[in-house]
């Protein structure tokens, strides 16, 4: 998928397959609603993806989101059904795209899929930032939060994601609603997590919105059809309707980063399902 906003040239980029509990994936919605829409394997998981999104003006190249990255425990492999290798690094070389030629890394947040990529063991165990000369831009909120060593929140933050960040000075914190770079604008929403952040792409009418795991896929457009892994899910749902609803009046594109199938779509207000994809975009 490849989309034109402005000077903004977007494109998808592959982050890793993975299968998710279909319970955890659609929270308090009845197995008997979601299935209709998602079909469970036999373990009761969905399919699901890491949608990255590589954006560049002609002066910076931004990759927002890694997906879950190399280092997974074999546990975690097994469970999610994780792809071996390095999905995102080969999906950017797909496209002419060294890890050293990245600038900024932007991230939604900080949970294994997303941060994951951002950083690679190497063969003597160092653990470095996969695009070395890139700064790594997070909502102050989301680091604090994630290395704060709450027992809580115990698992949702491997700290092998995070480290190598600090210690090799790639980390920029930043704090609040934010034009990081022309037209690409940070907004914090919270809700999924207490930091989690959307990206606006904008140039004059155009938009397009990485809503991330606000709404992370075409099957989450209902307001009330929200994670089980949302610290606020009250929030989550507020904030998603606001955003998808501004989405739908200006015809900007919605990017998701976990549909299965849809890379983008683009969605309209319905007085019976809330919003429709009146048309959307594949990943090639
Ligand atoms: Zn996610």
């Known amino acids: 998928m490849t989309l034109e906003i402005g000077p903004w040239r977007l494109e998808s980029v592959h982050g890793g397959r993975f299968w998710s509990d279909g319970g955890a994936m659609f929270g308090v919605v009845p197995r008997a609603l979601w299935s209709r829409r998602v079909q469970p394997d036999e373990k009761n998981r969905i399919p699901s993806r890491c949608h990255c999104l590589l954006a560049q003006d002609g002066t910076h190249t931004v990759l927002i989101d890694t997906g879950y990255g190399p280092k997974c425990s074999p546990r975690m492999k097994e469970l999610f059904s994780l792809e071996e290798g390095n999905p995102l690094l080969e999906s950017l070389s797909q496209k002419g795209v060294e890890p050293e030629q990245i600038t900024h890394v932007v991230l939604t947040h900080l949970h294994f899929d997303h941060a994951g990529g951002g950083t690679l063991r190497r063969e003597d165990g160092s653990l470095v930032p996969t695009f070395p000369k890139a700064r790594y831009v997070v909502q102050k909120a989301e680091w604090q939060v994630a290395t704060s060593g709450a027992p809580e929140l115990a698992g949702a933050y491997p700290q092998e994601n995070l480290t190598p960040l600090e210690q090799h000075g790639v980390l920029e914190l930043i704090d609040g609603p934010l034009e990081y770079l022309p037209g690409l604008w940070l907004f914090p929403t919270g809700g999924h997590t207490q930091g989690h952040q959307l990206v606006l792409i904008s140039s004059g009418d155009q938009g ?41 009046q200006r015809g900007w594109w919605v990017i998701w980063d976990h549909d299965p199938q849809q890379a983008a779509a683009r969605i309209r207000t319905d007085a019976k399902s809330e919003f429709v994809v009146t048309e959307h975009r594949s990943e090639v």
């Open 208 to 248: 397009a919105l990485y809503p991330a795991d606000i709404c992370p896929s075409s099957a989450h457009l209902p307001t009330m059809w929200c994670m089980a892994f949302d610290t606020e899910v009250v929030v989550t749902r507020r904030v998603k309707h606001h955003w998808l609803t501004l989405a739908a």
